[in-house]
């Protein structure tokens, strides 16, 4: 008997949050966001695909946001393994700017993320090492800049 109530109780649970999972998908499909890079070079357009992904349908009916964003990196150089190969500190800074159709800033900010590399000896391994520390940047600030869209649409949602 408590075997059944144990299972009736864990399967409630478990279709509660399901459901409000479902709740939070629903506020993003109310909004299209419209992405304005600066350039268009390969990491501003590797950060146009992954914020994207917010967008799941086409923009009918929908309030359009648009976001203006603006993504620079920059490497110092941190540590040394016994005074030989030093180690660098690579730091990726996007600005980012949400305007709404009334061109109203809903939000506007900087985020960055910092990746410690280095110890590659060869020219064309470090020129490697660079290109996928840029990468995984990119790949970070996209996630973070989504989960902050998340933020300021869900304060715009529980106003109104």
Do not use: H, W
Request: glycine share 4%; proline share 1%; hydrophobic share 40%.
């Amino acid at each position: 008997m408590i075997r059944i109530i144990n299972l009736f109780i864990l399967f409630f649970l478990i279709s509660a949050c399901a459901s409000k999972f479902d709740q939070k998908q629903n506020l993003l499909n109310n909004y299209f966001i419209s992405i304005n890079l600066p350039n268009n070079n390969k990491y501003n357009a590797l950060l146009k695909y992954e914020l994207n992904k917010i967008n799941k349908d086409i923009q009918n009916n929908k309030k359009i946001i648009s976001l203006q964003t603006d993504l620079n990196f920059s490497t110092t150089s941190t540590l040394s393994l016994n005074g030989l190969k030093p180690l660098y500190e690579m730091k990726g800074l996007v600005s980012y700017k949400l305007v709404d159709e009334n061109n109203k800033v809903l939000d506007k900010g900087k985020l960055f993320s910092k990746i410690n590399y280095g110890s590659v000896s060869s020219l064309y391994g470090k020129e490697q090492n660079k290109k996928f520390v840029k990468e995984r940047i990119v790949k970070r600030l996209s996630l973070k800049l989504l989960n902050k869209i998340k933020l300021v649409l869900n304060k715009i949602e529980n106003k109104s």
